[in-house]
């Protein structure tokens, strides 16, 4: 079996994973998740991942994650990136440079769990975030490494979780 066919199929198995992980999470306070496949696992800095999701309650807080997924074959300990969080304006209300590390810089071993060769990395972007007011908002990601392309990064995404 070749690699990119290899590649795929550990995909395909993240994503059903993802499907089988969405449906049971919905007590949990997700109100948003989506993730995108990256072409070859190439993210090219121009490439912004970006998702739209609409906030109703804006009497609590909110976690923003990232979604990550690497092979073991990905060539750095993590991953720099900046979010921009808009409104539906598309005024930015956050926007930060963030350092995510997907290995352990001493020993190597990735964070995140694994399937085959891929790991997947929930890493938080904003911690208890107050949305101004309900409406529609935006989050954007943006790769900023000193290589362009980055090599084996198949998947971006977000998720949005309501505290409880």
């Known amino acids: 079996m070749n690699k990119q066919v290899k590649n795929s199929i550990l995909i395909a198995l993240f994503s059903l994973q993802f499907l089988f992980f969405a449906v049971s999470c919905k007590d949990n306070g997700i109100i948003y998740e989506q993730t995108k496949d990256i072409d070859n696992g190439k993210w090219k800095v121009a490439d912004v991942y970006s998702c739209g999701f609409q906030i109703e309650d804006v009497s609590k807080t909110y976690d923003i994650s990232y979604i990550i997924r690497n092979s073991s074959k990905y060539a750095f300990y993590n991953l720099y990136v900046t979010y921009y969080l808009e409104d539906d304006k598309g ?73 409880l």
């Not at 590390?101 to 972007?125: K, M, R």
């Not at 904003?126 to 998947?155: A, C, S």
């Open 91 to 163: 005024k930015i209300i956050s926007s930060s440079l963030q350092n995510l590390q997907l290995l352990d810089a001493g020993t190597g071993e990735p964070f995140g769990s694994g399937l085959g060769d891929l790991y997947e990395h929930e890493i938080t972007a904003l911690d208890k975030f107050k949305f101004p007011q309900k409406g529609n908002y935006k989050f954007k990601v943006k790769q900023y490494m000193r290589q362009d392309p980055i090599n084996e990064i198949f998947t971006v995404g977000a998720r949005v979780k309501k505290n």
